[in-house]
């Protein structure tokens, strides 16, 4: 069993900036942010292996980054040049073959 812990959400103007981290009870290889926005269905954002491999959704190259310190069993994903569509609640996910999904956290991009 993993728990996941995220923090960082909030109220951001267009084009800021937030960084969320995701905490995870012990060592997992894969983790990865997902965000579902009202009515939409739940998307990858972007994907980390514990190696350093990483995959990001189209809508966010060049503008997030995901990253991971494996020493405290954390992820981050720091959002730029933040967009209205970006509003969304983002989970933490991780995986080793069973899948955690974190609590979710609010990121409102709203002027």
């Known amino acids: 069993q993993v728990q996941l812990v995220e923090s960082g959400g909030g109220l951001v103007q267009p084009g800021g900036s937030l960084r969320l981290s995701c905490a995870a009870s012990?060592?997992?290889?894969?983790m990865a942010w997902y965000r579902q926005a009202p009515g939409k269905q739940r998307e990858l954002v972007a994907g980390i292996t514990a190696d350093g491999g990483t995959n990001y959704a189209d809508f966010v190259k060049g503008r997030f980054t995901i990253s991971r310190d494996n020493a405290k069993n954390t992820v981050y994903l720091q959002m730029n040049s933040l967009k209205p569509e970006d509003t969304a609640v983002y989970y933490c996910y991780a995986r080793d073959g069973y899948a955690y999904w974190g609590q979710g956290t609010q990121v409102t991009v709203s002027s």
């Open positions: 012990r060592s997992i290889f894969s």
